[in-house]
């Protein structure tokens, strides 16, 4: 049913109803428990001190069954190709806990996920971008170069979780795995009102095919949506045409500003690579789109990626 404009005000002021009430009067989350970065000094978020509880009335449609089908959904693909490099892939679903972040950790053959229902639970997540949230953290152990400190870390460092697991993993997860809902046609998307223009015609662009033309519509709005989320924490809120102009002189390992993050989930949705063509972990070149192999479109942002010779 399509809503009025009362009751889409009615909506809009819930929601921020609900957010200042989440932002009052909560407890500081301690920094050295996130580890997004190899450091421990933040999640997929900055250390903050916003808490979502499990009784909080969901805004975003996920409840504790799809926060836990998502993640078994990405963990049903990837564990096995976690295992044929020595791993075993290890996610704690911790629905219940409060913290709007999660990260991912590295004991020796264990490769850990940690997803918090906090982050869940968060109005602007919606269950497409919690998928690449889960996606992101497993980018640090799989996405490859470049990696954390030129190299010497084991973790992927956060453009690149960005870009793999916009481009490898979400469009891997849809593609091979069972839908959920049970149904759901990503060739909905092609006609969906709601889709971001820029989006629409870049997508219809970029890709021949109709069903990746429709799977980059769904995942660069999960992008949106995901980037939304990093801008309720500080600064604009990012849009689709108005890119990142900014240009790093070295790749920048941190989490890049919203704006910079939208901007490659965008492009890594553009990127027409396949998504079985692995990356490296020592040549950023391999399965990604670079320009040198021709690739106008899916390129790393200049805003944290600082391209090699050859690229």
Same mark, same amino acid.
């Given at each position: 049913?399509?809503?009025?404009?009362?009751?889409?005000?009615?909506?809009?002021?819930?929601?921020?109803?609900?957010?200042?009430a989440?932002?009052?009067?909560?407890?500081?989350?301690?920094?050295a428990?996130?580890?997004?970065?190899?450091?421990?000094?933040?999640?997929?978020?900055?250390?903050?001190?916003?808490?979502?509880n499990m009784?909080?009335?969901?805004?975003?449609?996920?409840?504790?069954?799809?926060?836990?089908?998502i993640?078994?959904?990405?963990?049903?693909?990837?564990?096995?190709?976690? #295992?044929?490099? $020595?791993?075993?892939?290890?996610?704690?679903?911790?629905?219940?806990?409060?913290?709007?972040?999660?990260? #991912?950790?590295?004991?020796?053959?264990?490769?850990?996920?940690?997803?918090?229902?906090?982050?869940?639970?968060?109005?602007?997540?919606?269950?497409?971008?919690?998928?690449?949230?889960?996606?992101?953290?497993?980018?640090?152990?799989?996405?490859?170069?470049?990696?954390?400190?030129?190299?010497?870390?084991?973790?992927?460092?956060? $453009?690149?979780?960005?870009?793999?697991?916009?481009m490898?993993?979400?469009?891997?997860?849809?593609?091979?795995?069972?839908?959920?809902?049970?149904?759901?046609?990503?060739?909905?998307?092609?006609?969906?009102?709601?889709?971001?223009?820029? &989006?629409?015609?870049s997508?219809?662009?970029?890709?021949?095919?109709?069903?990746?033309?429709?799977? =980059?519509?769904?995942?660069?709005?999960? $992008?949106?949506?995901? #980037?939304?989320?990093?801008?309720?924490?500080?600064?604009?809120?990012?849009?689709?045409?108005?890119?990142d102009?900014?240009? &790093?002189?070295?790749?920048?390992?941190?989490h890049?500003?919203?704006?910079?993050?939208?901007?490659?989930?965008?492009?890594?949705?553009? =990127?027409?690579?396949?998504?079985?063509?692995?990356?490296?972990?020592?040549?950023?070149?391999?399965? &990604?789109?670079?320009?040198?192999?021709?690739?106008?479109?899916?390129?790393?942002?200049?805003?944290?990626?600082?391209?090699?010779? $050859?690229?």
């Amino acid at each position: 049913m399509k809503a009025t404009r009362g009751t889409q005000k009615v909506r809009k002021s819930a929601l921020s109803m609900l957010l200042a009430a989440m932002m009052s009067g909560m407890a500081f989350i301690s920094p050295a428990a996130m580890a997004c970065d190899v450091d421990g000094k933040s999640g997929i978020l900055p250390p903050n001190n916003m808490r979502i509880n499990m009784f909080t009335k969901s805004l975003n449609g996920i409840d504790e069954k799809m926060f836990g089908a998502i993640i078994d959904r990405v963990s049903s693909v990837y564990a096995p190709i976690v #295992a044929k490099k $020595g791993g075993t892939l290890n996610v704690e679903k911790r629905w219940s806990d409060d913290t709007v972040n999660a990260f #991912a950790d590295r004991q020796g053959s264990t490769w850990s996920l940690h997803m918090f229902g906090g982050l869940a639970r968060h109005p602007a997540v919606t269950p497409d971008a919690f998928m690449l949230v889960v996606c992101h953290e497993l980018g640090h152990q799989l996405g490859g170069a470049p990696k954390y400190n030129a190299g010497r870390d084991w973790a992927a460092d956060e $453009g690149q979780a960005d870009y793999w697991g916009t481009m490898k993993c979400m469009r891997r997860v849809i593609t091979e795995s069972p839908e959920i809902p049970a149904g759901f046609t990503n060739r909905s998307r092609l006609a969906d009102p709601s889709i971001d223009p820029t &989006v629409q015609s870049s997508c219809l662009a970029a890709h021949r095919d109709s069903a990746d033309q429709a799977l =980059c519509l769904r995942i660069g709005m999960a $992008g949106k949506s995901l #980037a939304d989320l990093f801008a309720a924490f500080g600064g604009p809120a990012p849009k689709f045409d108005t890119p990142d102009k900014s240009v &790093v002189k070295v790749t920048f390992d941190a989490h890049p500003k919203s704006q910079c993050r939208l901007d490659t989930y965008f492009q890594a949705s553009l =990127c027409a690579k396949p998504y079985l063509d692995d990356t490296s972990d020592t040549d950023p070149k391999v399965g &990604v789109c670079v320009a040198s192999d021709g690739y106008k479109l899916g390129l790393r942002p200049l805003c944290w990626y600082k391209p090699g010779k $050859g690229e």
